[in-house]
């Protein structure tokens, strides 16, 4: 007696495999056979209704009438039903009570249902199990096996694997709506592919089709945030005809997805002190924000401003006003005490750009971290300090909290870009002389001690002038601005001149003076785009003369592109907290996104001089890069 073979109870299996929760109507051209019995009758009449226990209970009772491999089958049946309507314990109780020795097509569909039931079972196991079953399966059967087979490589990073798979599945027996349904999933993990581990595929494929896929995945995410671009780069892109090919369907539907991206909410609610002791932060902010808004000739958010400032609400109590006035997304708040309290005292159901940073997991992918942190350029002069061929170097520092921060955030970009910081001394932040930490950093106290020893042991005096130390190739100093008018002109005068120093940019002035330029002569450190004397990008050049037309014309500040850049991030966050590799050209530096939610800014390598400050070049005339870390 030949398996049974139910004409919608088979078709019903795309529930198990695609995780789906509806019944998928079979293709008129099927071939199918059925045993005849009345249960059976029933039970493809309540799956016609959407009754799957009803199906399911059904067929069990109809397997008791049958013996060998028919019931096995009809038990099979039953167990695909019920792992698709979400009950593994029923499936694995029928599955419990076939009898897989009957046949090996039994065997194989018991081997694909029961690598489905364990999720226990690692990606590399679900492919080795599913390449050796026991008998090939069915035309009907097959699509499931390698929907199975292209999820495990797809968390396996087999791009090209599950991409060839993908082609054999779309050449199989499904429905228009379930290959379309397979080809998102698929489309979907290839958007969340590391991008380099893409281009190492797209570099292997010998299939072309399989290369067009992995060239069109690489080149949608590198214009993610470019419209005309990705609308000529779909435009160019070939209409193949091959099985397998993209289809027209999901070119549009990319196109629409990054229309959504890109579209800010229609209210944004924005938490700023306007008030008290941060309110000229605050303010500065505010104007940057309008800039922006102002300088947008696209779709633009509904901007809500409320004080959380002194004589403004707590911003837990600012928060739950915005959510109940209709706010998708709330920038702020500033400060960081303002932000824990956020944090520890509210449930983020409306995702919030923070304007500062702390240590907390507590708001996950719905708290993104902003701000203008010392960290990220200290970071931004280690890579500086390693493009430019410095690797061994010292380092002076404030003896406060904040000096420990920056330098720490210093030495770990210079470390895992394979330098090392080999000497380090503190100074207090009150402290105006500074010749004995800076000559115990350069070595110069060592050099003056051994030689009162040798006039003391002699009893000659010689002619003698102090040595720094050799093995030294620069010095990063942590220091707030006022401090940095004190390092680097003693660092100088103790024997360091020609020796490299790298400095934060909140140790520079916002607009330095000519004092300033003196005292800070040749200082190399990271530049925000907004504060360079420069030809500006059109995306800081638009806001700046939104500025400028104030009365009085306001002068630029780090705390405007702080919030230029907040209002821009609007329409591109998404995008980037989606993708770590990409980028946006910012007020602020070039922006991204970390996978702890962080916004880094990449800035302009610089260097300042007498006359102001200029872009940096290496000493050999190679370029430095555009943008550091």
């Keep these: 007696m030949p398996t049974p073979r139910l004409p919608l109870i088979a078709l019903f299996t795309a529930l198990v495999v695609a995780g789906c929760s509806s019944i998928e109507p079979r293709e008129a051209s099927e071939p199918l056979t059925s045993l005849e019995h009345p249960r059976i009758a029933a039970a493809e009449s309540a799956l016609a209704v959407n009754d799957p226990a009803s199906a399911v209970a059904l067929l069990r009772r109809a397997a008791s009438d049958f013996s060998g491999s028919s019931a096995t089958g009809l038990r099979l049946e039953a167990a695909r039903i019920a792992l698709g309507m979400g009950d593994p314990a029923a499936a694995e109780r029928l599955l419990n009570q076939a009898d897989t020795t009957a046949s090996a097509d039994n065997q194989a569909l018991t081997t694909l249902l029961r690598t489905r039931l364990d999720e226990t079972l690692g990606d590399r196991t679900v492919i080795e199990r599913l390449n050796r079953l026991a008998a090939p399966l069915s035309a009907r059967m097959a699509p499931y096996r390698l929907e199975a087979l292209i999820k495990a490589k797809l968390a396996r990073g087999d791009w090209i694997g599950a991409i060839n798979d ?45 290369a067009q896929w992995l060239e069109l995945a690489i080149g949608v995410r590198q214009r993610a945030l470019d419209t005309e671009g990705l609308q000529a780069f779909l435009g160019d892109y070939p209409r193949s005809a091959a099985d397998g090919a993209i289809s027209q369907r999901s070119l549009r539907r990319i196109l629409a997805m990054q229309r959504a991206d890109l579209s800010p909410p229609r209210r944004v609610a924005v938490l700023l002190p306007l008030s008290g002791a941060w309110a000229s932060a605050g303010q500065q902010i505010r104007d940057g924000l309008l800039a922006a808004y102002h300088a947008d000739d696209g779709e633009q958010p509904v901007l809500v401003f409320f004080d ?80 430019m061929g410095q690797q061994r170097m010292l380092m002076i520092r404030r003896d406060d909290d904040w000096g420990a921060r920056v330098a720490a955030a210093f030495e770990t970009a210079l470390t895992e870009a394979d330098g090392a910081v080999v000497g380090e001394v503190r100074y207090p932040p009150d402290q105006q002389d500074l010749a004995y930490p800076i000559k115990a950093l350069l070595g110069i106290d060592a050099s003056e001690t051994r030689h009162e020893r040798l006039e003391s042991v002699t009893g000659e005096r010689y002619g ?78 638009q806001p700046g003369q939104q500025l400028i037309n104030t009365d009085p014309p306001t002068p630029r500040t780090r705390l405007q592109a702080l919030g230029i850049d907040s209002y821009r991030l609007l329409k591109g966050i998404s995008a980037l907290a989606r993708d770590p590799s990409l980028s946006m050209p910012g007020a602020s530096g070039r922006l991204s996104i970390n996978e702890r939610h962080q916004i880094g800014r990449a800035m302009v390598p610089v260097q300042m001089t007498q006359r102001g400050i200029r872009r940096l070049n290496r000493a050999d005339g190679e370029a430095i890069a555009d943008r550091v870390p």
């Design 166 to 210: 993908w082609r054999a599945l779309d050449r199989k027996a499904l429905t228009p709506a379930r290959r379309h349904r397979s080809e998102a999933r698929l489309w979907q993990a290839l958007q969340a592919a590391p991008m380099e581990s893409l281009r190492r595929a797209a570099d292997t494929a010998r299939q072309s089709v399989t």
């Design 308 to 387: 959380v400032g002194a004589a403004g609400l707590s911003v837990t109590a600012a928060y739950q006003q915005a959510l109940a006035e209709g706010a998708g997304r709330v920038i702020g708040p500033l400060r960081k005490p303002a932000l824990r309290d956020l944090v520890a005292s509210t449930d983020l159901s409306v995702p919030v750009l923070a304007l500062n940073r702390i240590d907390s997991d507590r708001g996950g992918p719905r708290l993104q971290q902003f701000g203008l942190a010392p960290e990220n350029d200290a970071a931004a002069s280690a890579a500086l300090a390693r493009q």
């Design 464 to 541: 003698f002038e102090a040595r720094r130390r050799q093995d030294i190739d620069g010095v990063f100093m942590a220091a707030r601005e006022r401090d940095a008018r004190l390092v680097l002109p003693q660092l100088r005068f103790h024997r360091g001149i020609g020796l490299p120093v790298f400095g934060a940019g909140t140790s520079v002035p916002d607009r330095p003076d000519s004092s300033a330029r003196s005292d800070l002569e040749g200082l190399v450190f990271g530049r925000m785009p907004w504060l360079l004397d420069e030809p500006a990008a059109p995306m800081a050049d």
